[in-house]
């Protein structure tokens, strides 16, 4: 299939060139080639096009800068904007057909195949499953801020749920809590489906499931007493309860939380509470979480640099803590024509849309339910996200980002970058510092004065960060 061929070699081309978004669209078109061929029944074609997407998964990771940050980053955002198109693919297909195989075996490996974090990745993939199942889940590419209005969901395949049981099973000491959570949601709304249709039985059966995994965990739990979840950046940690130590990482407490609670609510499923609400709020604010964040020494800094092209478009290059580079862009890979800066538009809003996901990194995702009550097709509803598996703090930064440093940014730095050609230059933990003195502000902050607005942030260091806590914002 020369057509395969060609596309896996454009797409690598484009992404060795920096090209990134259309080294995606090469792989969608890859992907949609895949669709097609399944739909017409043609194994044997199924299987070059997801063998040719397997090799660009692989081939993104290979070059003389295959190991930087920049990278890493580049790469996972390649692959989650081919997994979030993975649904037509998984819903063309027969079961057991031979395309069904290929189809299933690329979905499984290719989230692994990023340098990055493949977490977020195989979840994604994972909602991409259920979405094919006709469930009501909100893939990340098609992030809204409020979820549509839910859908009475089916139950699932019986091998969705063995997939689900295993998958959890086998990762409740992970690094990133959400790939376990995501399994976690499914089976809870799964039985909840089941006893809203009148089985009962699929409750009972979650109820020994869950109660088996706790105690085979705990009893592990003994041979290891030393066992600690890091206070890292990644984890999303909800309280600093221990540091990292040798041996067997522990499961995270605010996932336990949740089993504890799934447990709870099928013991007493025969109550026939139609919809099941998470508990309020556990974690601290966001900022706290940035306060402590700014204070600690391991967080991740980056400098941002703000670059004129000709025509009047503007792009922000990332400069990553090995030196290493790469464009601001979106979650469809778009880096031109995007953003600008120094007045209030259209420009500067998408970049703080854009920038704010960047630098909130892992801070971005609700606390509570990690972001994975997606998976739950609206059968459980998260109190402290809304659903929306993002911290609702989240938009209020980004608009008062706009108003307050982008609206304002000048046109020559403070202090001299190492990019000459940047108007602008800032690093990430001075952008956090202004996101917690905003939040500490909460709903009420206004918008700046003249005056204020032709303050800049300071481009070195990190400012003081106000001491108080602020109060939860309203939804």
């Known amino acids: 299939m020369a057509v395969g061929e060609t596309l896996a070699e454009l797409a690598v081309a484009a992404f060795q060139a920096g090209f990134d978004r259309q080294a995606l669209l090469a792989g969608r078109r890859l992907l949609s080639a895949a669709t097609m061929a399944a739909t017409a029944g043609d194994g044997r074609a199924v299987q070059v096009y997801t063998q040719a997407l397997d090799r660009v998964a692989q081939q993104l990771r290979r070059g003389p800068s295959s190991d930087t940050d920049a990278n890493r980053h580049r790469s996972s955002l390649v692959l989650a904007g081919l997994i979030a198109e993975f649904d037509p693919l998984l819903s063309a297909a027969p079961p057991g057909h031979q395309a069904d195989e290929a189809i299933n075996e690329l979905v499984d490996w290719l989230p692994w195949r990023t340098e990055g974090n493949p977490y977020p990745l195989a979840a994604a993939a994972w909602q991409a499953r259920l979405i ?206 995007l953003f600008a800066w120094g007045y209030g538009g259209t420009g500067p809003h998408t970049l703080a849309d854009v920038l704010t996901d960047d630098i909130l990194a892992d801070f971005n995702r609700c606390p509570d339910c990690f972001g994975a009550v997606q998976c739950a097709a609206g059968l459980i509803r998260c109190r402290t996200c809304h659903n929306t598996g993002l911290r609702v703090e989240r938009w209020h930064i980004a608009s008062a980002l706009v108003r307050r440093v982008i609206s304002s940014l000048p046109k020559h730095p403070a202090a001299a970058p190492t990019i000459p050609e940047a108007e602008w230059s800032m690093t990430r933990s001075a952008l956090l510092s202004e996101a917690c003195r905003i939040q500490a502000g909460g709903h009420g902050d206004q918008a700046p004065t003249k005056q204020r607005s032709q303050r800049s942030l300071p481009t070195e260091g990190c400012p003081q960060v106000p001491r108080s806590s602020a109060e939860p914002l309203p939804a």
């Open 132 to 337: 094919a199942a006709g469930w009501l889940v909100h893939s990340p590419a098609r992030r809204r801020r409020r979820p549509a209005l839910a859908i009475q969901p089916q139950t699932l395949p019986h091998t969705l749920i063995a997939k689900a049981e295993e998958e959890l099973r086998l990762h409740l000491r992970v690094d990133d809590p959400t790939y376990p959570a995501v399994y976690l949601f499914t089976l809870w709304a799964h039985a909840i489906a089941a006893v809203h249709e009148g089985d009962r039985g699929a409750a009972q059966h979650l109820h020994e499931y869950l109660t088996r995994v706790l105690d085979e965990y705990d009893t592990d739990e003994q041979d290891d007493d030393d066992a600690s979840w890091p206070a890292t950046e990644q984890g999303n940690q909800v309280e600093d309860e221990c540091d990292e130590v040798p041996g067997t990482r522990r499961m995270h407490p605010q996932l336990r939380r949740l089993i504890a609670g799934a447990i709870d609510w099928s013991a007493n499923a025969e109550n026939g509470r139609r919809e099941v609400v998470l508990p309020g709020p556990r974690a601290p604010g966001l900022h706290d979480s940035l306060r402590k964040a700014l204070a600690a020494s391991g967080l991740i800094e980056r400098r941002y640099h703000g670059l004129p092209e000709r025509g009047g478009s503007y792009l922000v290059v990332v400069e990553e803590p090995d030196g290493s580079r790469r464009l601001l862009r979106d979650s469809e890979a778009g880096a031109r024509g």
